[in-house]
T-cell receptor, first 116, second 113 residues
Framework: AQTVTQSQPEMSVQEAETVTLSCTYD???????LFWYKQPPSRQMILVIR??????QNATENRFSVNFQKAAKSFSLKISDSQLGDTAMYFC?????????????FGTGTRLQVTL | EAQVTQNPRYLITVTGKKLTVTCSQN?????MSWYRQDPGLGLRQIYY???????DKGDVPEGYKVSRKEKRNFPLILESPSPNQTSLYFC????????????FGPGTRLTVL
């Protein structure tokens, strides 16, 4: 079974600084997808970034980028120029592809607080 | 607006009283899924459906039922709720392609007394 580990339950960063959230996963699959979701206090789950395992290039979305290390099974999220609105719980998720089923396995989350 | 809706958003009930949480999507997605979120455990999949009349168990299906009679709707049924089902529930949907992004509803906060 796949597992996703987020070893940092809580983190704090000052506004305008850069922070990196870590995520590791365990799988024997070769083809899969990885996601970072953001959950602000509203509880809505919002997609931040998506990475395809067969692509070596790291995904980026504006201030958000990932460092995908397939051999190490590591998928960290870097937030640059942190803003107060980035305060949220962040979940790393692994998507296994089995036939046509797309199963998401989530980590336990990292609570990020952005301070002035 | 493309969205996944859930109702109710908040529900307090008592042990044993049957309830249904509705989920509807307007994106013509084949795949729909239910998750529960608990502190320190992240989100765990309860049930999923790949199309009308096709459903299967996720990681934590005990105590839950689902049905998929129409493509847009995927209700979650708790026939005899218990306090350990107190949780935050999310419905999600996506296309049935490989690796397609799942879009989440706003969540339903359920408390079983």
């Amino acid at each position: 079974a796949q597992t996703v580990t987020q070893s940092q339950p809580e983190m704090s960063v000052q506004e305008a600084e850069t922070v990196t959230l870590s995520c590791t996963y365990d799988t024997s699959e070769n083809n899969y997808y990885l996601f970072w979701y953001k959950q602000p206090p509203s509880r809505q789950m919002i997609l931040v970034i998506r990475q395809e395992a067969y692509k070596q290039q790291n995904a980026t979305e504006n201030r958000f980028s990932v460092n995908f290390q397939k051999a190490a099974k590591s998928f960290s999220l870097k937030i640059s120029d942190s803003q107060l609105g980035d305060t949220a719980m962040y979940f790393c998720a692994f998507m296994r592809i089995t036939g046509t089923a797309s199963k998401l396995t989530f980590g336990t989350g990292t609570r990020l607080q952005v301070t002035l | 607006e493309a969205q996944v809706t859930q109702n109710p958003r908040y529900l307090i009930t008592v042990t044993g009283k049957k309830l249904t949480v509705t989920c509807s999507q307007n994106m013509n997605h084949e795949y729909m899924s239910w998750y529960r979120q608990d502190p320190g455990l992240g989100l765990r999949q309860i049930y999923y459906s790949m199309n009308v009349e096709v459903t299967d168990k996720g990681d934590v299906p005990e105590g839950y039922k689902v049905s998929r009679k129409e493509k847009r709707n995927f209700p979650l049924i708790l026939e005899s709720p218990s306090p350990n089902q107190t949780s935050l529930y999310f419905c999600a949907s996506s296309l049935l392609g490989r690796g397609d992004t799942q879009y989440f509803g706003p969540g339903t906060r359920l408390t079983v007394l």
